[in-house]
């Protein structure tokens, strides 16, 4: 598919941000939890539409709370009498619900957006052509990094290597760390001839030109307009139930 004929995602990321920056300023358990329910329930609308989705964003929210563990194992204990902190643990509540409702709400709304789909929503967003281009190119690293750490993975399988405590393993390991970064840069070299070639540049990225707003898609409007929606009314229900 062109370019050309790609959605339009400025709602999309627009939502997103919305979603992130809300997120960032509520204190409220009772918000959070309520928007960790929309999300979950936006999350899960997709998921019955699409049969990948869960899987990967599964496997999202696994690493995302990978990190969340370090969270709890530092904020809410003082290791130097061992003692039970509840302002820490109050804060890693919050830090736990806004990172998985950032998670849940970035993943489902950016779902199927590749890294110059992100670049050009947030060009149309206002961001400068050159950062947008930057964008593009550091989403497509990630990416080529994880390619090339996968092949690397599935050569060391099919030679029956099996990773142990002992010397021998941190020695592949450190070759295979070097492999990647070869094999990686190799690559990113080639991709960058490509583009060179058909006169890609940091300064001159091909775009279309954006519709204007009132032009797009009803369902991009009634998705951001849902997600503010939500994010309103998860700031309000707390309020009204205090005062019943």
Request: with cysteine.
């Amino acid at each position: 598919m062109s370019h050309e004929h790609r959605p339009d995602g400025r709602l999309r990321l627009a939502a997103a941000l919305l979603t992130g920056f809300s997120v960032s300023l509520i204190q409220s358990i009772d918000t959070l939890l309520i928007l960790l329910l929309f999300s979950v329930a936006a999350a899960i609308a997709v998921a019955i539409c699409n049969e990948r989705f869960p899987r990967k964003v599964l496997k999202r929210l696994v690493i995302v709370n990978f990190f969340v563990i370090w969270i709890w194992v530092t904020l809410p204990i003082d290791w130097l009498t061992l003692s039970w902190r509840a302002s820490g643990a109050q804060l890693a509540l919050q830090l736990t619900l806004r990172i998985n409702v950032i998670a849940l709400t970035v993943s489902t709304l950016l779902y199927r957006m590749s890294g110059i789909d992100l670049a050009r929503s947030a060009v149309g967003l206002g961001v400068p052509q050159s950062l947008g281009t930057l964008l593009a190119l550091a989403v497509r690293s990630i990416a080529l990094l994880e390619s090339t750490r996968s092949r690397l993975e599935q050569a060391t399988r099919a030679r029956a290597y099996r990773a142990t405590v002992s010397l021998r393993t941190i020695r592949v390991s450190a070759q295979l760390v070097s492999w990647l970064v070869v094999h990686a840069l190799v690559r990113s070299e080639r991709i960058r001839i490509g583009l060179t070639a058909r006169g890609y540049t940091t300064m001159r990225w091909p775009t279309r030109q954006h519709s204007h707003w009132h032009s797009l898609p009803i369902s991009e409007w009634l998705l951001f307009l849902g997600v503010l929606a939500a994010i309103v009314s998860a700031w309000l229900l707390p309020i009204v139930w205090n005062v019943k």
